[in-house]
C-alpha cells in the first residue's frame, strides 16, 4: 500500500506560481503511474495531470496545459506539480494519486490511494 502526502500550497496573486510536491512511502514508487486532480467548492474533482511509472509520458487538462508541468523523481519518491501564469480558477484543493495499473488514465475512478490534499488559492 502507498501513502501520499502533499505539499507546497498556499495563497498567490494571479500570474504567479507554485511547486506542490508529493512524497509517497509504501510499496515500490518506481512501479505505478501518479496524478494530480483538483476539487473546487461546490464542483467535482477534476484531473489535472498524470506521469508514467517511469515519466516518459504526460497527460494534462487542457485548462492547465502550457502552464503546469508535472514531474518525479523516483530516487526521492516524489511527483511535483509546477504551476505557472496562475489563475482565479485554478483556486481550489489539489490531491495527489497513484494509480497501480501500467496505462496511465485521467479517470479519477482508476487511482487506488489518495493523499489528504493541499489548498492552492489565486487572488485576482
Known amino acids: 500500500q502507498v501513502q501520499l502526502v502533499e505539499s507546497g500550497g498556499g495563497l498567490v496573486q494571479a500570474g504567479g506560481s507554485l511547486r506542490l510536491s508529493c512524497a509517497a512511502a509504501?510499496?515500490?514508487?518506481?512501479?505505478?503511474?501518479l496524478g494530480w486532480f483538483r476539487q473546487a467548492p461546490g464542483k467535482e474533482r477534476e484531473f489535472v495531470a498524470a506521469?508514467?511509472?517511469?515519466?516518459?509520458?504526460?497527460y494534462y487538462a487542457d485548462s492547465v496545459k502550457g502552464r503546469f508541468t508535472i514531474s518525479r523523481d523516483n530516487a526521492k519518491k516524489t511527483v511535483y506539480l509546477q504551476m505557472n501564469s496562475l489563475k482565479a480558477e485554478d483556486t481550489a484543493v489539489y490531491y495527489c494519486?497513484?494509480?497501480?495499473?501500467?496505462?496511465?488514465?485521467?479517470?479519477?475512478?482508476?487511482?487506488?490511494?489518495w493523499g489528504q490534499g493541499t489548498q492552492v488559492t489565486v487572488s485576482s
Open positions: 494519486a497513484a494509480d497501480y495499473g501500467t496505462t496511465v488514465t485521467t479517470s479519477r475512478a482508476r487511482y487506488d490511494v
Open positions: 509504501g510499496r515500490t514508487f518506481n512501479t505505478y503511474t
Open positions: 506521469i508514467s511509472w517511469s515519466g516518459g509520458s504526460t
